[in-house]
């Protein structure tokens, strides 16, 4: 109840007409729903209590109990839904004030009882005594008076002190009071006044500003300007698409040639344009007024217009419509009112463009009309005392109005009259849209998003009118085409709709009026969503009724008055295309994947419409979506980004949008100042890129990158991917070492690549754009490091252009190795910066060596030059690890490097014991493995010439081989050094320990030769892990650490650190290798992390220290003077380095390494099977449905070639680039690293498509793992490929899952394969025909709907008859066949009863609670032939060993089945659920009820049980259904509606005999069910909730 009808309430109860009326009862206040009054409880009787709805409506307990229905409360007011607390009724909240009142009615009423009986008892005492003397007088009682005299004193004496009191409260009040007020007076003058001169600055800045626009108010020069503009835009536009068409012919179908002739041909009219109005001026001027009266003034200042002058010098400014009048009024006044005013309020605020009702958007209020709006609130707060009120009236400008909307068209004339046309303005509104359906790119609808709360309204009235039973359709409708009608749309709610094309029964054209019972179908267009939809009428009967009931599920009708209040709300729906987009192939028109991609970049965000034209009935925009990442502000163009997927392309040239930002340039070195830097990429020597290493930038940055783009976001989350790349964007790009780096785009080459430039490096590539992210400004911020130089004074030899030779050697000598870099002069930054380079150990100059060489000219024309390389401060520097040996080598003269040092036949370590880059040779355990020192190749790679001089004209020897004793071993082709560990055996094998290597292989003795003395050593160090111990206590490392150690470190390059240098071996070391992430980890944490190790319970933190302080004396010894740090291109890990340079991206340089041409040959044709059956394996299945199987013969050869293989690659080749076009069988290294015979399918760049040739399998695989040779060439094929036959997959090619199925059937199993057709050429696939267990695959595809038979195909060609195995033996199989099944006839089924009907049933299955399998009890009594069919089951179910198992299984066929009891009944096939194992789906026919069995279970059944019927039949209990609303957990999985509590009680009701009553028996026999009682069913089911009637 609201206040007011509660004062209403009060007045009644309070009046002496309301006690009246109500027989002077203290319960007055009434209900307003029911009339009743409402009571308290009281003597143990319940009260009927005020009660409060969610709404704020009160009523009484009575009236809510009668109204409340499933614990819901509707108000019969407002219609609100208030839910009920578990207390239901009782739980509301009571309305106190009520409850108050009527109390003190009741109180009042009380006291007023007991003051009239009071009075009456007071009359009686002092009535006149009757019976006394009247002329006797009476004495006076003095005492009495005086005691009522005193009393009175007493009582006026209290009074006057409360009066006293009261009234030197009301002084100080009024003291306060009038403080108060005065200080609030005061301020509110104040801030009047000061409001009013805040205005007037205000009207006079804003007008001042306005003078800006002076040119927008000359609107008809500005027409004819626009005017003459857009017919010169639409002449340059028909230009060139005539250019285009002629150039494309097929671009004709996308443009109205007929228009584009017509505006090429139009003349130019010289009197349709206006030229006088270019003599007028803009007429405006400045009113001032002021009235004054008694306690108020009222200013005007206003903006008018007279009448235009003409002007001397002509002005042409831009064209704008709109009242060009603008005013502000400033009024003060003095108004009185007995209360307070609130805070001053802006009656001209706008509304939120999305919040203006339509009436509002159809025109703009007057300045009149609102000035009257602000009188009427003046006058409704007046005040007391003087106020002031400011209030600005600004008339909107036509720049503010939103662009136009329509269904079809995209200027709607009511939308235009409401908004305005936003081509009229000369100027596009850009708006916040939502693309609610998408056709192609060149024509979607959207919706604005300032309209979102008028289609919300639009659509709440929409669903208020089809909940409302006027809106069916009756069989008087007609449906007529373009009429409006109501149609379930999208996420099952109503919307408007045109109807477009009907189609009525019987007709196979379209009509324009069709009954309702005669609507076939029915094609509607959605006008605020853009999308056609086809709605198709369902017909179960022949009658009509069901037609109607059907339709109005889908649609509802529109009456007139419901069209008329619809007709105020536009369309919502804006057809829209993008300008300039035509398809990417012109001939085959706008893909699915333009679409796709357009909705996926779309989604369902809103997106930056920009109008850009209009075309017929078609919006020409733009659509941008906004950044994702904060931190940026370019928007995604989706036109541009269709054309970059290249799903579109442009008709017409686009120009460019913002310029994006670029990385700052990289900082130069000062001149003639030393630098250390990297040369990270070589184009030429005057052209190549440096990085400076005098800081850790570099090392930070990449560590970061990684760290910040290799961080895992879920799917359709990064907010960093770039959708539309922009020619020099800035961005992070992958590059082939799946590192990121930042990078610029630098061009678009086409196929969703771009080509970037990696700003760190200088190097190129070209990328898929999903390896591009959008850069951070934390990266962003730091300027490029890469820097382009070129070599100072020195120039190509032809003067031109640098020559190979040139190039290959200046790469060779500098591409990312270190050098000292001194800058000779300064160069701007669009050009290479003049360097000189000089080595870090022998301070040479590179351009001095490419001078000497011959390769390269100085500028003052000599070709080789004396002058010295200057000395850089004396300083010595230690080469990086891998230099030291070229170092030494470099030789102006061009000697042989190798034979300038010493040849070192044993091993020397060096005096730094830390970071010593080594590979692993062998690995026994943890505790002793083999390592090579990475310093000492050269040296072992001159020893292996020296033995092979010395060893390899040798005779054998018959020398006496004994252990400890060094020889020259032939190993592998190879000569190697050796250590005897055995006596020769008697077969000529001796064990021999390879020095260099450190693992023993068994020789024969015609291997091995004398070793001279001076070759003698060894360079393998034999070492041991520090730190750990093998797990599991034991004091032996188990083989699979072992294995584990070896799978990983075998033949890999890592550093290690000796620990304790000693005489003993093998020497401590801790050892430090790459993980998959690129990162150095210790082994030992490694294998502790894995189970395969515990650490040692000491640490080793001591040794470490004493070692690196050991390490520090030896290297303060070594030299005098402060050594530079030496840098390593090679990623270390920081705990061992502090200046470590990060691996640059290795660009696709020049290379001086040639190609090498190789051609192989396919392997040998695969050996084909005869016809007939054959035993094969299948071994891989292709997504096109090839099958590729092996003999049992080609299994038997797969192991003994599989060992074969690895025997003869025991070492990994050489790898070379190789020309793979001319390479078809090749060897592959397998996932497992094992070799396999392949062959080349396709190349693709880094990686190859490879076939194994044994396995069919199909693979792509890194170009590394291929080795272009053939492996056993004289063994063919072990595997060929098969194909069905008879049968061609569902829609033409073999779907995903249809493989998957094949797969998980057929694969590496033996099946049986009936070859039915071999082909000419045997690398063609076979035609067979597969069975499994007896199931031919062909069933088993065309059962599950992959496949269908091919009726086109050939019979098969008769066989020759196959000669069984067992007659090879000459064994007699006459008589051993078993009889063959006998094929029976389906089941009798019973007979229905008629409608009205009333048997006695029995409940035999329930599927749900309303679907049920009946029984009648007569059925069960039927005798056939003297026996019951119980009888004849008993019988049966006594003798079951004597029954066949079932060997066929046709859908529908009768069997017998063992149920979970054991014993067996009837029942037919349903389907076959899976073939390994075969189990079969069956329902028991005198049950209702399926089972899944194995085909162990199912038996052949007795011909005598078809003579029974079926006892039970289907039926569906009438009356209820499912509840619409369902608050249980548990459901029925194959029916969700009905929850397992209701069925679980169904169960129970339907225990005992009970009576059935035939409803109906089309479309399916339904009943209703009695019990005992003669009561329905499923009443308690209903009362319940579990179920709802029907």
Partial sequence: MTPFCLQKSINRCTSPSSNMEHDNQPNAVICNFCGKAFTLPEDEVEGNLPRLLICGHIFCTSCLQSIESRNIVRCPDCEVVSSLPEEGVYGLQEDTRIIGLIYTIKMNKTRSQRSSRSKSRGKTLVSPNVDGNNDVQQPVDLEAIERAVDQALATAAERLAKLEHLHETLTTGLAEQVRRERARLQMEINLAADKALHATQKWRDVELSQL???????????????????????????????????????????????????????????????????????????IFRSFHQARSVDLLMKMEQSKPEPLPVMVAPPYQHGDVTRHTEVLTGSQHSRSRPKSPQKPTRRSPPGRRSPSYRRSSPSPAGRSNLF????????????????????????????????????????????????????????????????????????????????????????????????????????????????????????????????????????????????????????????????????????????????????????????????????????????????PYNLSKGWSQEAQVEFCRIVGSTAVEMHPLGQDKDFLLVDLKKAPIDPCSDVAISIREYLVFVEVARFYCPVKPGRRPLKYYPAVYPKILTKHHGVVSHISSPGDFYIQLTDSMESLLLLTKLQDCYNAEVPAGEDHLLIYCPVIGQACVARFEDTLWYRAEVIGHPGGRKVEVCYTDFGNKATVLFSDLRKIKDEFFSLPALAIRCCLADVLPLSGETWSDGCISRFVSLAHQKLFVVVATEKSPKSKPLPVKLYETDSSADIAEVLIAEQLACSKDGSKSTGTESPVIDGAIWDPPLELKVEAKGLDASGGDAMECFDLKSQLSLSKSLRDLKVRVTHVSSPGSFYVHLAQSDAQLKRLSELLKKACELLEPEAAAWEPDMTCAAHINGVWERGQICSDVTSSSVVEVKRCDHGNKVKLDVNNLRTLPSSLAGSFALECSLTDIRPAGGQLTWTATACDFMSYYLSGASTLITIQDLTDQRPLPVTLHCTNKMGDFVNF???????????????????????????????????????????????????????????????????????????????????????????????????????????????????????????????????????????????????????????????????????????????????????????????????????????????????????????????????????????????????????????????????????????????????????????????????????????????????????????????????????????????????????????????????????????????????????????????????????????????????????????????????????????????????????????????????????????????????????????????????????????????????????????
């Avoid at 040639?257 to 130019?268: G, I, S, Y």
């Avoid at 136009?404 to 004339?413: F, I, M, V, W």
């Avoid at 909940?467 to 996420?491: C, M, N, P």
């Avoid at 007709?507 to 029915?522: D, F, G, R, T, Y």
């Fill in 212 to 286: 800006n626009k002076l040119e927008a108010h000359f609107s008809s020069t500005k027409a004819e300007v626009y005017s003459v503009k857009e017919q010169i835009t639409s002449l340059e536009n028909a230009m060139h698409k005539a250019k285009k068409v002629c150039c494309v012919p097929f671009l004709k179908e996308y443009c109205d040639l007929d228009k584009v002739l017509e505006t090429l041909q139009a003349p130019v009219d010289h009197q349709s344009f206006n030229t006088e109005c270019l003599t007028m001026s803009s007429g405006l001027s400045v």
């Fill in 375 to 582: 009188c009427r609130s003046s006058s409704a707060s007046r005040q007391s005392t003087p106020d002031v009120v400011i209030e600005e009236l600004l008339v909107e400008e036509e720049q503010h109005i939103v662009p136009p909307t329509g269904p079809e068209l995209a200027n709607d004339k009511r939308r235009a009259r409401k908004r305005g046309n936003v081509f009229d303005s000369g100027r596009n509104v850009n708006q916040l849209v939502v693309v609610t359906h998408v056709v192609n790119p060149c024509h979607f609808y959207v919706q604005y998003m300032a309209e979102k709360w008028e289609s919300d309204r639009l659509s709440r009235k929409i669903n208020n009118f089809c909940a409302r039973d006027y809106s069916l359709f009756t069989f008087s409708d007609r449906v007529e085409s373009g009429s409006i009608i109501f149609a379930k749309g999208k996420e099952d709610l109503w919307c408007r709709a045109s109807v477009l094309e009907v189609f009525q029964i019987g007709c196979e054209k379209m009509v324009k009026i069709c009954p309702v019972s005669q609507l076939a179908s029915v094609q509607v267009f959605f006008m605020d969503y853009g999308f056609t939809k086809n709605i198709s009428v369902e017909r179960k009967v022949a009658s009509p009724e069901p037609s109607v009931k059907d339709l109005n599920k889908h649609l509802r009708k529109v009456n007139e008055a419901e069209n008329a209040q619809l007709s105020r709300f536009c369309p919502q729906a804006i057809r829209c295309a993008f300008k300039d987009l035509v």
């Fill in 1084 to 1590: 030992s944490d490694f294998l502790a992390s894995k189970g395969l190790a515990l650490k040692e319970r000491k640490a080793a933190a001591e040794k470490i220290h004493q070692s690196d302080k050991k390490a520090q004396e030896e290297s303060s010894s070594a030299v005098k003077t402060p050594p530079s740090p030496a840098y390593s291109l090679t990623p270390m890990p920081p705990i061992y380095s502090a200046l470590t340079q990060p691996v640059a991206p290795k660009p696709a340089m020049r290379t001086s390494r040639p190609t090498e041409k190789v051609k192989t040959e396919l392997y040998r044709a695969p050996e084909l099977p005869c016809l007939g059956h054959n035993h094969m394996t299948i071994s891989a299945i292709k997504e096109d449905g090839l099958i590729y199987v092996r003999t049992q013969n080609a299994d038997c050869q797969l192991e003994q070639l599989r060992d074969k293989i690895q025997q003869s690659m025991k070492t990994l080749p050489n790898q070379k680039p190789y020309t793979w076009k001319t390479v078809q069988g090749c060897a592959v290294i397998g996932p497992d690293m094992l070799w396999y015979r392949g062959q080349m399918l396709e190349v693709m760049g880094g990686h190859v498509k490879v076939q194994y040739v044994d396995y069919g399998l199909v693979e792509n695989i890194p170009v590394v793992h291929v080795y272009p040779r053939l492996l056993c060439e004289h063994v063919p094929q072990l595997c060929m490929a098969c194909r069905l036959h008879a049968i061609s997959p569902v829609g033409g090619s073999w779907q995903q899952d249809a493989v998957e199925l094949l797969k998980e059937m057929l694969l590496y199993r033996r099946v049986d394969v009936h070859v039915l057709e071999v082909p000419a050429d045997p690398r063609q696939p076979l035609t067979v025909e597969i069975f499994m267990d007896g199931l031919s695959l062909n069933n088993i595809l065309c059962h599950h709907k992959h496949a269908l038979k091919d009726s086109t195909t050939l019979k098969t060609p008769p066989l020759p008859p196959a000669v069984s195995i067992l007659d090879v033996w000459d064994i007699d199989t006459e008589g051993l066949e078993g009889l063959q099944e006998v094929m029976l006839g389906p089941f009798m089924e019973p007979t229905l009863p008629q409608e009205e009907e009333q048997l006695k049933v029995r409940v035999r299955h329930l599927q749900t609670p309303n679907e049920l399998f009946l029984c009648l009890e007569d059925t069960t009594k039927l005798l056939v032939d003297g026996e019951t069919l119980e009888e004849l089951l008993s019988n049966i179910n006594a003798d079951t060993e004597n029954l066949k198992e079932l060997s066929n299984f046709p859908l529908g066929g009768p069997c017998l089945a063992e149920y979970s009891n054991g014993s067996f009944y009837r029942a037919k096939i349903i389907t076959i659920i899976s073939s390994d194992p075969v189990m079969i789906l069956v329902q028991h026919v005198d049950f209702g009820s399926h089972d899944t069995l194995p085909t162990s279970k199912l038996r052949q059944m007795p011909a005598e049980l078809l003579r029974f019927p079926v006892q039970v039949f289907k039926v569906r209990a009438a009356g209820f259904k499912a509840p619409s609303v369902s608050v249980e957990d548990e459901v029925l999985p194959y029916s969700p509606e009905w929850s397992v509590k209701a069925t679980l009680t169904m169960i129970k009701l339907l225990h005992g005999n009970l009576t059935a009553s035939v409803v109906t028996r089309v479309p399916e026999l339904s009943v209703l069910l009695y019990n005992d009682d003669d009561n329905l069913v499923f009443l308690s089911l209903v009362e319940s909730g579990l179920a709802e009637f029907d």
